[in-house]
């Protein structure tokens, strides 16, 4: 290691104490929203959202650069909104908890960099955060008494896999995709139906007036001893079936579509959540990531549980896509356990899952 410069031996994470019930500002900027939130403890005070998706699906999907210049405008006003809201002033903050990764780089340095530098004013713990991580701590505001363990289904954009997690820290990945995550086949679908940008929330509100009555094959893999997803084969039907009508000069029934790759792309995540919290004997699921806004999901989610006598907690539709609150709640349980961050820690555009 080389060693430190001087500016950041000014800064000591060694100097913090640790108060039970802190003030947690979080910042989120990993991808097209620009998110504040204040949390007091587990009670959430404020979360605010500034979002470039409708700039964005002029073209068809997230432009970095696009979204780099989105955060940098928005990241004052979003801040001093979550503390009005919040009533809180800076000076009452015991943290600040960021997300520094996975995501688009120049997106996630313009979070980072206004969390270091608030850190350092006011010489307070930076608790730097990986955004899948917040996307699973999303239920702990859902449930103040909420406690580990549970079976939990993370799905998002870029991830998809069915977790026993241990503790606030430790999760083992039971099931996981193959391939593309649901989110992106849920963006991948909406393309090709001619949907626009963000392609998840479009598919849902198409499939409302549709009938799941096409065969599309299942996100499951068959004969998979780990419960395997995949999404390229779903996706690859999806594009033939409506290249196939178009061919024949024929309309795509674009509602039937949508509501049959809906059920084909979530049956096997919820019956997989299931089946691994009653083989395991856990009576808790959580879930979290922007698809476990899908109301099909939240729907046979609930109903699967309540037949298995599951405890279900599942986040607020707002704490599902990306938002500050939950990265606020992954920065608490990483604040308790004394996990502080060092000034000179960089934006990572890739972190494994696990
Ligand atoms: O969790 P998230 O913000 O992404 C990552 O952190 O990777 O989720 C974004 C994904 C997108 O693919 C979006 O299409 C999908 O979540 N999504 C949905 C819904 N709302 C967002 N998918 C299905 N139904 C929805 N209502
Ligand atoms: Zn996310």
Known sequence: MPPRRKYFDMYDISS?????EPVILGIESSCDETACAVIRGRKLLSSCIISSAAEQAKYGGVVPEIASRAHTEAVDEVVLKAFDRAGVAVGDVDAVAVTYGAGLLGALLVGLSFAKG??????????????????LAASYLDDENLQPPFITLLASGGHTAILHTFSYSKFEVLARTLDDAAGEAFDKCARVLGLPYPGGPNIQRAAEGG??????PSAQVKHSRDLAFSYSGLKTAVINYCHNLAQKGLAVPA????????RAAI???VLNTVRLACERGIGTVTAGGGVVANAYLRQRLTEECKKCGLKLVLPQIAFCTDN???IAAEGLNKYLAGEFSPLDINAAAHIPLG
Do not use: C, T, W
């Not at 930076?126 to 991580?133: G, P």
């Not at 009938?211 to 599309?216: G, K, M, N, R």
């Not at 509602?255 to 809906?262: I, L």
């Open 211 to 216: 009938s799941a009555v096409i065969d599309f």
């Open 255 to 262: 509602a039937d579509v949508a509501a049959s790759f809906q």
């Open 267 to 269: 049956e096997p995540l």
């Open 324 to 326: 500050a609150a939950m």
């Open 118 to 135: 608030l850190a350092y004013a006011l010489n307070i713990p930076l608790i730097a955060v990986n955004h899948i991580r917040g996307h």
């Open 16 to 20: 913090f104490k640790i108060k039970p």
